[in-house]
């Protein structure tokens, strides 16, 4: 079996990123594999579902160790998730494997990702402005019943009909419904309630995809070291910092899913962590506009 140094870095830096966010894996991982190395896109989304059975549950580890995942929350997300998930591959059967109904679909994920990082950056922006960055804070919310295995029921059928959103999709479905929750434990409960989805999806995957071990086990050795880095770093790094990094995870899936191609898709993404660190720049340091006014 041969191992791919770049596929396993590039899947070291995805890890990352999932640990850190609990979002972004499919939607970045499988467009690399096919855009960057060549693999073909059945083999890319088999073999990245059955590396992401080994990747998601170690993330998922140490949220639990670190006590930032709602168990309460993922019964009932996983509860609508699970059985929506098989409706949502029995739909995509009886479309016949359209591939512009599923394309319309892809379309429409990435259009409410887009509008959900927007409206994540416009809270965080509201929050600090109003001094209530809840630093630190994990709020051990109480689940509402109906409306979590709704959002399970929503993620699921995506997740069947698409092969992706498991975690960016039910992350910004979190965020909305309960918007008291810490970030940490907004991470930890979507990488948990993502395991149970991704082992069903994988074992699809086993039985009727095309798995190729070389590329699995390169993305395995990348990311699973990876993805307990950005976990320990999750559930350390305060919220402020956290949350801008989950925006810009779920903005970045939310343009692959419109059909940004990958050149245009780094030069966005350049831009935004310019403009992001010279926004940050201004507010640490006003230019001393302050002082200037003072004298």
């Given amino acids: 079996m041969h191992i791919d140094p ?15 966010t609990g979002a972004g894996g499919g939607a970045l991982m499988t467009p690399m594999l096919i855009l960057l190395f ?20 170690l993330g998922a580890l140490v949220h639990l ?33 359209a591939k512009t109904a599923q394309h319309n ?43 979590t295995v709704a959002i399970g029921v929503a993620g699921g059928v995506i997740v069947g009909l698409t092969s992706v959103g498991s975690g960016s999709l039910m992350i910004v479905l979190l965020l909305f419904a309960y918007p008291m929750i810490g970030a940490k434990q907004l991470v930890g409960t979507d990488l948990t309630q993502a395991v149970p989805l991704t082992l069903a999806a994988a074992l699809g995957a086993l039985l009727f995809g095309h798995v190729e071990l070389a590329v699995t086990g390169s993305l395995i ?19 402020r910092y956290v949350r801008p990094a989950i925006a810009f995870v779920i903005f970045a899936s939310g343009l692959k899913y419109v059909g940004v191609d990958t050149t245009a898709l780094g030069w966005i993404l350049c831009g935004v962590l310019l403009g992001a660190g010279a926004l940050w720049l201004a507010q640490a340091h006003p230019w001393r506009t302050e002082e200037a006014t003072a004298e």
């Avoid at 770049?6 to 850190?20: C, K, P, R, Y």
């Avoid at 896109?41 to 579902?49: E, R």
């Avoid at 887009?114 to 804070?137: N, S, T």
């Avoid at 990348?222 to 770093?233: D, E, H, I, K, N």
């Fill in 6 to 20: 770049f596929i396993v870095l590039g899947s070291a830096i995805v890890g990352l990123l999932v640990g850190m």
């Fill in 38 to 57: 060549g693999v073909t896109p059945s083999t890319a989304i088999s073999s990245d579902l059955v590396a992401a059975v080994v990747m998601r549950p």
């Fill in 105 to 147: 679909i892809e379309v429409a994920l990435g259009a409410a990702l887009l509008l959900g990082a927007g409206a994540m950056v416009v809270r965080f922006a509201l929050d600090r402005r109003r001094g209530q960055a809840r630093e630190g804070v994990v709020h051990d919310v109480m689940p509402r019943p109906l409306r």
């Fill in 221 to 239: 050795i990348g990311s699973v070291p990876a993805v307990v880095v950005g976990s320990l770093l999750s559930s350390s790094v305060p919220d």
């Fill in 65 to 97: 160790r670190a006590g930032t995942v709602n168990l309460r929350l993922v019964k009932w997300m996983v509860l609508g998730s699970v059985p929506s998930a098989f409706l949502g591959a029995y739909l995509l059967r009886l479309m016949g494997h």
